[in-house]
């Protein structure tokens, strides 16, 4: 079934040069190509975005988590005492 679609100068310039140069045989060459990197980018997306969830799903069923203040001032107190053990401080 066909279809019409506005692309607009930039485009349409785009694809006449594009077939002008051999690169493709038709502007609907171009158009499936297109098609199908986005299809590729979508696939990617909603594979990425379901491995953010499985990690998240993971992360919370990992335990308790420990508050934010508590781990820095851990962290503080390790480097102060790695930096005195240097003579540093």
Do not use: C, H, W
Request: charged share 35%.
């Amino acid at each position: 079934m066909p279809s019409s679609y506005s692309l607009g100068p930039r485009f349409e310039a785009l694809m006449a040069e594009l077939v002008k140069s051999g690169r493709y045989n038709s502007k609907s060459e171009i158009l499936r190509d297109g098609l199908r990197m986005v299809e590729e980018r979508e696939a990617k997306f909603l594979s990425e975005l379901e491995e953010l969830r499985e990690a998240v799903r993971l992360g919370s069923e990992s335990g308790p988590g420990i508050p934010v203040e508590e781990v820095f001032e851990r962290l503080t107190a390790k480097y102060e005492q790695m930096a005195k053990d240097q003579g540093l401080l």
